[in-house]
């Protein structure tokens, strides 16, 4: 029961977080106006996907949570991850951002090899986020150039 509560609480926070910074610093005519790369995903994808990728973050989170190595490489990239948004999209500063999402991407590789021996489940549920995180790192990257 309490291994249970462990993950309904990770899941319920990082959640919970993800959706109130999200919901707070929402894009907006700033962002409408940007010049973006022709792979752009539309705004509709982002809450699914991110979604999803949460709850694996949340699960890989709870199952390190007694591990200090895994769980201070895990709050890093959550710190990060949540810094993101609000820089990106509140302070609209991109290139900040950039340098934020390139420390999260490190952040995230960094706690799959730690976990890669320890615990393989958890550093295999952040692989598709490395994924992503690599691919918004391009997204950012993209935009700043082209603005």
């Known amino acids: 029961m309490r291994r249970t509560a462990l993950y309904f609480a990770f899941i319920v926070s990082v959640l919970g977080v993800g959706l109130a910074i999200g919901s707070i610093t929402r894009p907006d005519g700033w962002y409408a106006a940007l010049a973006k790369p022709s792979f752009n995903p539309p705004n509709w994808i982002f809450a699914p996907v991110w979604t999803l990728l949460y709850v694996m973050i949340a699960v890989a989170g709870a199952r390190s949570f007694e591990r200090s190595d895994g769980m201070q490489l895990w709050l890093s990239q959550m710190v990060l991850n949540f810094a993101w948004t609000p820089v990106f999209f ?21 706690f799959i090899v730690t976990r890669w ?4 489940f958890s550093a295999l549920l952040f692989i598709p986020y490395a994924a992503w995180v690599a691919f918004a790192s391009v997204l950012n990257a993209s935009i700043v150039v082209l603005n």
């Open 90 to 110: 509140g302070l609209h500063r991109p290139g900040a951002a950039l340098v934020i999402v390139l420390a999260t991407l490190a952040a995230v590789v960094a």
């Open 117 to 120: 021996k320890a615990d393989r």
